[in-house]
């Protein structure tokens, strides 16, 4: 698995620098360098589908609304997702509520058969609404330029070398660990404060090869988990956070699902396995292709569920990817929870090795994602909350409910 991290402070200027790096090449993740403080143990970067290359990484929502068309009636026999099937091994503790009584495993294998109930739909371009809470900091001139000087740097090897795919991701790993390198000496206590940028997100991604590809962010503004935070930005003279951006980026170049699954696209999402055996069978050689360096298959497998479940899957691939989730080791429920639009779900919680916590929110009568979070030492730090998607056949609309 690569080393890309988003739990904690990444500047906004980098969104920039990701964008203009993808613009000249395929797959490099430039940004994804500057996601941890000390890049301790390797953890997921779960990338949206709907964004996957450079995408922001956090969030919190206010919206609601998750488009899905209604679900049919369930098989004979099938139970509902939210009946005493997901819910009857207790959780050890005999004055835990009902709502912390839900088997992580018995909750995924009723999750599949939800899933399976989905009408499968289609349209010209695949939408996805999230509200997002990113990272940001103030990093002095010394930095930006051995940014730049790095990125240069970077740029000459691909081009130089004609990487693709897998040399790719090597040749972004080594500038990854030049980068952290850079962050070290610049502020060797990590940064004075902390700080996020909120924002709106919507994208466009075309279903046909070629098509146009659109992101939207809206409603940007900058927030501080304490006031310390706050002050300590006044007191290095109230730096400027929000970078100058333009509202609307439209392009056509070709996006994989996300870094760790190149070969995946919105051409052939579609056409995923969708057998527990078969797309496991899948998954296990995308992730033997990947660089050696401390590559874990629970983690490349937790971010690949994030990439699918907001991507345009079948209901079997989906119900695929909830069965081979149940087969893990480690993952726990933590039973019923609201998500930051206010909607309940069930939350799917792993440990990382550095002590971070990844969190999934998945609705328990759709079986849709509704949130991920990462948290450290149980304190969010980042967290992404998916309002809306669906199909829509023109660029720039919303899907008709």
């Known amino acids: 698995m690569t080393d890309r991290t988003f739990a904690r402070l990444k500047p906004d200027k980098l969104d920039e620098l990701a964008e203009d790096s993808y613009e000249r090449r395929r797959g490099a993740d430039l940004a994804r360098a500057f996601a941890d403080d000390r890049r301790p143990a390797r953890r997921p970067v779960f990338l949206p589908a709907a964004g996957a290359i450079a995408a922001g990484a956090a969030v919190v929502a206010t919206g609601v609304l998750v488009v899905t068309p209604p679900p049919a009636a369930p098989p004979a026999g099938t139970p509902p997702l939210n009946t005493p099937a997901a819910r009857q091994v207790p959780s050890g503790d005999p004055e835990a509520s009902p709502a912390t009584r839900i088997d992580a ?120 988990p304490t006031p310390q935070d706050e002050a300590a930005w006044r007191k290095e003279g109230s730096p400027k956070l929000l970078q100058d951006r333009p509202e609307n980026v439209d392009d056509t ?110 609705d328990e009568n759709t079986a849709e994602l509704l949130e991920y979070s990462v948290a450290e030492q149980g304190e969010d730090t980042t967290k992404v909350t998916f309002e809306e998607s669906g199909w829509t056949d023109e660029l720039g609309e919303r899907p008709q409910s």
């Open 105 to 224: 495993r018995a909750f995924l294998l009723a999750a599949a058969d939800t899933a399976l109930r989905e009408r499968p739909t289609s349209g010209a371009y695949w939408y996805v609404r999230q509200r997002t809470t990113s990272p940001t900091g103030y990093w002095p001139k010394e930095f930006w330029d051995g940014v730049s000087k790095l990125q240069r740097q970077e740029q000459a090897e691909i081009d130089r070398t004609g990487a693709e795919d897998d040399e790719l991701i090597a040749i972004n790993e080594k500038y990854n660990k030049k980068l952290a390198d850079l962050r070290e000496r610049v502020y060797p206590d990590g940064p004075p404060f902390k700080a996020y940028v909120v924002e709106s997100e919507e994208r466009w991604r075309p279903k046909k090869a070629g098509g146009t590809h659109r992101t939207r962010r809206t409603d940007r503004e900058v927030v501080f």
């Open 253 to 362: 170049l070709p996006r994989p699902l996300s870094i760790e699954n190149m070969d995946i696209t919105m051409q052939n999402v579609g056409d995923l396995p969708q057998s527990k055996k078969a797309l496991a069978a899948q998954l296990k050689a995308q992730f033997k292709r990947l660089p050696e360096d401390g590559k874990e298959f629970d983690l490349y497998l937790w971010q690949t569920t994030v990439d699918l479940m907001t991507a345009p899957t079948t209901p079997g691939t989906r119900a695929a990817i909830f069965r081979i989730l149940a087969d893990q080791p480690g993952i726990r429920s933590a039973g019923e929870v609201e998500d930051a639009a206010g909607r309940e779900g069930v939350g799917l919680e792993v440990d990382g090795d550095d002590g971070y916590e990844f969190r999934l929110v998945v």
